[in-house]
């Protein structure tokens, strides 16, 4: 079965159950204010002290949480909901209906859940990041927007992989959702540029919890800051975690007994 054709059909019927409740829309939006206003009080609470943090402007940094935002959109909507969801069917016994559909099982655990309301963030992250641009006086190449669309890309595909191996623990360890909280606390940490924490920290936001390629880096391609070595590390790291976490997928069905056992 091809998991773009499925991808779609699957897309369209979460549209349409979001639609139903259009309400949800308002109050999507109503967050999506609140996270923009708390991110821009704390840019003008930083900038009413310095010129420049760790090197950023401004500017820059306000691309950073145009960045942060959008990317936040692409889990909520598409990567979180889906984990919650395996997460829940693995507690349950209930993965087996998955899993005796014919096409590839992670695949389709991937893409059965779609809050469509959710890409108001994506918007919003959008609006902003024009607004960085505009800010920063600068002409974006084409070279340059395609990186950061290929930066962008990678990083969403670095973060879900890091959600499913998070989520694959399920099939190990019942109370998982403690550790779906730190991760959503470390991503909370991706507003800022990876650069102004400590090396400790900004290890764990490169290598364990891959923020700094989700968030930084995308913001590096805007900024010219991106270098070709540091897009040729993302394209090996994304490759290392898509194939780490295929391998854990699979290790933890081995220990899958299903509603069936």
Sequence with gaps: MNPFKLAWTYFRIGMMNELQYRVNFFIQLLQSAIALTTGLIGLSLVFGQVNNLAGWSRAE???????????????????????????????????????TKPADAQALVSIREFRFWQLTDVLVGLVVIGVAVAQLQVRMEVLQVLAFIAALIMGAIMLYCVWLMVTSIAFWVIRVNDIVNLFEGLYAAGRWPVGVYPDWL????????????????PAEAMTNRLTPETMLFAAGLTLMFVVLARGVWLIGLRSYSGASA
């Design 61 to 99: 940094l306000l691309a950073v949480m145009g960045v942060h935002l959008l990317m936040g959109g692409v889990i909520r909507s598409a990567i979180q909901p889906n984990m919650e969801r395996l997460m829940d069917d693995v507690l349950n016994g209930t993965l087996d209906f998955a899993l």
């Design 202 to 217: 900004r290890t764990g936001l490169t290598f364990l919890v891959p923020v700094a390629f989700a968030v930084t880096v």
